[in-house]
Antibody, heavy 121, light 113 residues
Framework: EVQLVESGGGLVQPGGSLRLSCEAS????????MSWVRQALGKGLEWVSA????????YYADSVKGRFTISRDNSKNTLYLQMNSLRAEDTAVYYC??????????????WGQGTLVTVSS | DIVMTQSPDSLAVSLGERATINCKSS????????????LAWYQQKPGQPPKLLIY???TRESGVPDRFSGSGSGTDFTLTISSLQAEDVAVYYC?????????FGPGSKVGLK
């Protein structure tokens, strides 16, 4: 069974940093691109970032470019999102999602349960 | 960026009746080289992550009941629930995966009448 388990969320002050992790199991992790998608409370879904299966290609939403960094460790089956210079508007549940292809550009399935990031003083 | 819009924002449907949700993209998500529409539909119930229903605009994900169907091409798409069941109460999102940034529609909330 494919499983994605996020961790690392929490309360952080504006301007602070946080690193999210997503541990994957049940599939050949390096064969699939991965994405982070966030959802503010009561709001819709916003794609944040994607990374190819090898880790050689990364993509970002304009809203996080230059502040967030996506990476992966295929030896540990783990996806990361380093979030710096956090703002109140980054407050959301962050989901990791498995892409359907190795290079990005596929649908997302499955999604993890999400981890809540709250940016507040 | 490709902007995704959905209509209606919400709808109330009686059990056993049809629910129809429309999704429009600001530019075509049909890739001419393979004639595939890079459009997916997701269902999200309260407190749960989104669940994939449909990909390639009309291909039902394994295990998804056949009362769910997707149609459309280019810029206009539709998700139809042919006979609404109580467990279908949820928010439904369309998403284009044609190009980054991957974008979602704002969601359509389906409830019971």
């Amino acid at each position: 069974e494919v499983q994605l388990v996020e961790s690392g969320g929490g309360l952080v002050q504006p301007g602070g940093s946080l690193r999210l992790s997503c541990e994957a199991s049940g599939f050949t992790f390096s064969s699939y691109a991965m994405s982070w998608v966030r959802q503010a409370l009561g709001k819709g879904l916003e794609w944040v970032s994607a990374i190819s299966g090898s880790g050689g290609s990364t993509y970002y939403a304009d809203s996080v470019k230059g502040r967030f960094t996506i990476s992966r460790d295929n030896s540990k089956n783990t996806l990361y999102l380093q979030m710096n210079s956090l703002r109140a508007e980054d407050t959301a549940v962050y989901y990791c999602a498995k892409d359907s292809v190795i290079s990005t550009g596929g649908w997302f399935d499955p999604w993890g349960q999400g981890t809540l990031v709250t940016v507040s003083s | 960026d490709i902007v995704m819009t959905q209509s209606p924002d919400s709808l109330a449907v009686s059990l056993g009746e049809r629910a129809t949700i429309n999704c429009k993209s600001s530019q075509s998500v049909l890739y001419s080289s393979n004639n595939k529409n890079y459009l997916a539909w997701y269902q999200q119930k309260p407190g749960q992550p989104p669940k994939l229903l449909i990909y390639w605009a009309s291909t039902r994900e394994s295990g998804v009941p056949d009362r769910f169907s997707g149609s459309g091409s280019g810029t206009d798409f539709t998700l139809t629930i042919s006979s609404l069941q109580a467990e279908d109460v949820a928010v439904y999102y369309c998403q284009q995966y044609y190009t980054t940034p991957f974008t979602f529609g704002p969601g359509s909330k389906v409830g019971l009448k």
